[in-house]
């Protein structure tokens, strides 16, 4: 079955700083990416996600990239802000219908 | 859109009761509903697969007797945690797919039940 890895489990960035993480992912059949945001005792929200016929997608200050072949994906958070300290997921999956694995998460802190 | 709501938020509950979580999609139809179970500073764990109209299918460890499925609407799944312990514990968190979203990969989530078993 798939396996998710994720680095790193945690990160202090300064504000204003970047943030990469990172995840690597092991069944080629795995064809949808997500990254979830969560906080402490909430459901986790979808921040952006990418399919696997796209090599890397932005939105505002937050972009994915891929690499099917090495099969990782990465999260870039550039401009960070406070409010963006939380537990990162990123997941895999096989589309409509199938179940995600998840990464084991990333705290991450953005500090004043 | 895409509404998934949970009920109860919070639950507390004494060792050995049976405690039931429920999981609605509110504007959406799901033949399929995800369960996942999150312990203090973990991943999301899938539980079980919730099939509308056929039994769940049930992740390898996870105790089919123990954690019931039953997802008789296209709108409802539930999951009760029968004969509850301590190690019971934890955040448990529905997802659905909505039925119209035919090529979407998006699962949409519950707020989460955070169940304390004493």
């Known amino acids: 079955g798939e396996n998710v890895e994720q680095h790193p489990s945690t990160l202090s960035v300064q504000e204003g700083d970047s943030a990469v993480i990172k995840c690597t992912y092991s069944?080629?059949?795995?064809?949808?990416f997500p990254w979830y945001k969560q906080e402490l005792g909430k459901r986790p929200q979808l921040i952006i996600d990418?399919?696997?016929?796209?090599g890397e997608k932005k939105d505002q200050r937050i972009a994915v990239t891929l690499n099917k072949t090495a099969k990782h994906f990465s999260l870039h958070i550039t401009e960070t802000q406070p409010e963006d300290s939380a537990v990162y997921f990123c997941?895999?999956?096989?589309?409509?219908?199938?179940?995600?694995?998840f990464g084991p998460g990333t705290r991450l802190s953005v500090l004043p | 859109g895409a509404v998934v709501s949970q009920h109860p938020s919070r639950v507390i509950c004494k060792s050995g009761t049976s405690v039931k979580i429920e999981c609605r999609s509110l504007?959406?139809?799901?033949?399929?509903m995800f369960w996942y179970r999150q312990f203090p500073k973990q991943s999301l764990m899938l539980m079980a697969t919730?099939?509308?109209?056929?039994?769940?299918?049930?992740e390898q460890g996870v105790e089919k007797d123990k954690f019931l499925i039953n997802h008789a609407s296209l709108t409802l799944s539930t999951l009760t945690v029968t004969s509850a312990h301590p190690e019971d514990s934890s955040f448990y968190i529905c997802?659905?797919?909505?039925?119209?979203?035919?090529?979407?990969?998006?699962?949409?989530f519950g707020p989460g039940t955070r169940l304390t078993v004493l």
């Open positions: 504007d959406f139809q799901a033949t399929t």
């Open positions: 990418i399919r696997s016929n796209v």
């Open positions: 069944d080629s059949a795995s064809n949808y």
């Open positions: 997802s659905a797919f909505p039925v119209q979203f035919e090529l979407a990969a998006e699962q949409f």
């Open positions: 997941a895999a999956g096989g589309g409509y219908g199938q179940n995600f694995v």
């Open positions: 919730s099939n509308e109209g056929s039994k769940a299918t049930y």
